[in-house]
């Protein structure tokens, strides 16, 4: 295919040394004679393993050049992939100027061209800015061209391993909006080992925001575990090796589905007992010291949720602190409830775990005498629950809230607060029933 590559950095020099191993005809563009000149002079720009010698070898084949001018890049190109910069601000606001300069650069260049080119933004940016910025541009420098296809595809590449990480990705990740688009960069990537996944333009956008923020968590996780290991006299690295080791729970995909705040009768009070000792040890914790706030603040933001919608009587399904369980220590569920309870709200729970627990449960002693004014509130079926509420707050998937929801009517608000859960499961169960084809 014939490429262009425009921003001669670090992203751009690995893409287009990458792109033209695999044969394509790539041309980098960039304002820069200087990154311009060592391409063609087949010396790398910046300092990777093993990208010089890419360079020298794609150059001298004839399969990658640079220029500074991007009329003529692009006059040729079946796709153009915006690789400029995206610094950040003291406030954190991004700069993305070099996205609008480069999307009227191209603009300009296509404009009375005979065919469509796809325009595939590569830099990191938040969520809208190709609606927001690389699309007006374009259109601003076309005029009357054919329509740009434009796609989002996020680079997951770690300096010193970039050319290994762009051969193999955990996924080639595409965000565009029609099939044409998804093709062209099928193509494109065809030589890349990973699974090609299609999402929308916002989602790619924001997955590599995602994936960064949850690296540096990682990375704080570690250091402050490593801290209270000092602190305790325990070895950080042997306690970090056996837990590593989890990979049902502890590294996997347990606990990372969006949902609602968590509860029991092991993580918070584990979590307290840990800042305890460290208080005890004079030992600064602050990612740890947040995460009980962050809980507690799901719960306030549900409950306003409900309550800006001023109607009084409400329905909740799952008092459990999850469901299939009786366990009502610490249950988010409970919190939200009293909370309604002392905003004056006429609340019903549907809960059948906790309504068997109510009469013969090992929690019955704590429902009697922590949570009375709670336990008399129960329904005895979701056609009950339906009948008093106005609204409808869903705390955890299974058959009651998928029952619930089926019957709930026009005029009944839901505040689903497994974000799409109880139906992500639904799905799946009618998927699962389909018969396989011989």
Not at 9 to 29: D, F, N
Not at 238 to 266: H, K, Q, T
Request: proline share 5%; net charge neutral; charged share 25%.
């Amino acid at each position: 295919m014939q490429v262009s590559v425009f921003g001669l950095g670090y992203v751009g020099c690995v893409t287009a040394a990458c792109l033209a191993r695999s044969g394509h005809q790539v041309t980098g563009v960039d304002v820069n004679e200087d990154k311009v000149g060592m391409i063609n002079a087949a010396v790398a720009p910046v300092v990777e393993p093993g990208l010089e010698a890419l360079i020298s070898d794609v150059v001298r084949a004839g399969r990658l050049r640079a220029t500074i001018e991007a009329r003529r890049a692009i006059e040729r190109s079946e796709v153009a992939l915006i690789c400029v910069g995206t610094p950040g601000r003291p406030n954190g606001q991004l700069e993305v100027e070099a996205i609008r300069r480069v999307g009227l650069e191209i603009g300009r260049a296509r404009a009375g061209g005979a065919s469509p080119c796809a325009v595939v933004l590569r830099s990191t940016v938040l969520p809208g800015t190709t609606d927001g910025v690389l699309i007006p541009a374009l259109l601003a420098g076309a005029g009357d061209a054919p329509p740009f296809r434009v796609a989002v595809n996020p680079e997951f590449m770690r300096e010193g391993s970039s050319l290994r990480d762009f051969s193999h990705p955990a996924f080639t990740l595409a965000g565009c909006e029609d099939e044409e688009t998804a093709a062209l960069l099928r193509r494109l990537y065809a030589g890349v080992d990973a699974p090609f996944v299609r999402a929308s333009v916002r989602t790619a956008e924001l997955v590599k925001y995602v994936s960064n923020a949850f690296h540096a968590l990682k990375v704080c996780f570690g250091n402050e575990i490593g801290d209270v290991c000092a602190a305790f006299g325990t070895d950080a690295r042997e306690v970090m090796r056996i837990f590593l080791m989890d990979r049902r729970l502890n590294v996997s995909e347990a606990y990372l589905r969006p949902g609602f705040a968590f509860g029991g009768s092991c993580l918070p009070k584990d979590l307290r007992a840990l800042l305890y000792a460290a208080r005890q040890a004079d030992l600064s914790l602050p990612l740890l010291s947040a995460i009980l706030p962050s809980n507690e603040n799901q719960i306030r933001e549900a409950v306003e949720a409900v309550l800006r919608l001023r109607r009084r009587r409400i329905g909740v399904v799952g008092l459990s602190f999850k469901p299939g369980t009786d366990d009502l220590r610490e249950s988010p569920m409970v919190a939200l409830v009293e909370t309604l309870i002392g905003k004056g709200c006429d609340v019903r729970i549907l809960d059948r775990s906790v309504a068997i627990a109510r009469l013969v449960g090992a929690n019955r002693r704590y429902i009697e005498e922590e949570i009375p004014h709670i336990a008399s509130l129960m329904s005895r079926s979701a056609e009950d629950l339906l009948a008093h509420a106005e609204v409808i707050v869903i705390g955890g998937a299974g058959e009651e809230a998928a029952r619930v929801l089926a019957l709930s009517r026009d005029g009944q608000v839901v505040i689903d607060l497994t974000r799409g859960a109880v139906q992500a499961a639904e799905r799946q169960a009618r998927e699962e029933e389909v018969p396989c084809e011989p």
